[in-house]
């Protein structure tokens, strides 16, 4: 697998340098359009969900936070 990746990727680099110095020109002689889909009318599928229920509130809270002492040495 690593011979073929760095095969691949030698001859990407080949590419790459051919096109950018102008030894390869790249010319589009024709325009390109998508393929034409036909979409039909679908149904989407019905589900049944018991959940449970959720109840978001807010509330005064108090908390001791500790104290930290930083003493240079």
């Given at each position: 697998?690593?011979?073929?990746?760095?095969?691949?990727?030698?001859?990407?680099?080949?590419?790459?340098?051919?096109?950018?110095?102008?030894?390869?020109?790249?010319?589009?002689?024709?325009?390109?359009?998508?393929?034409?889909?036909?979409?039909?009318?679908?149904?989407l599928?019905?589900?049944?969900?018991?959940?449970?229920?959720?109840?978001?509130?807010?509330?005064?809270?108090?908390?001791?936070?500790?104290?930290?002492?930083?003493?240079?040495?």
């Open positions: 697998m690593r011979v073929i990746g760095g095969v691949l990727v030698i001859i990407l680099l080949i590419l790459a340098g051919g096109i950018a110095t102008g030894f390869i020109d790249l010319q589009k002689t024709q325009d390109g359009r998508l393929p034409e889909v036909a979409i039909k009318e679908g149904k599928p019905q589900y049944d969900a018991d959940v449970a229920k959720v109840e978001v509130g807010t509330r005064k809270e108090t908390i001791e936070v500790p104290t930290v002492d930083v003493k240079k040495p």
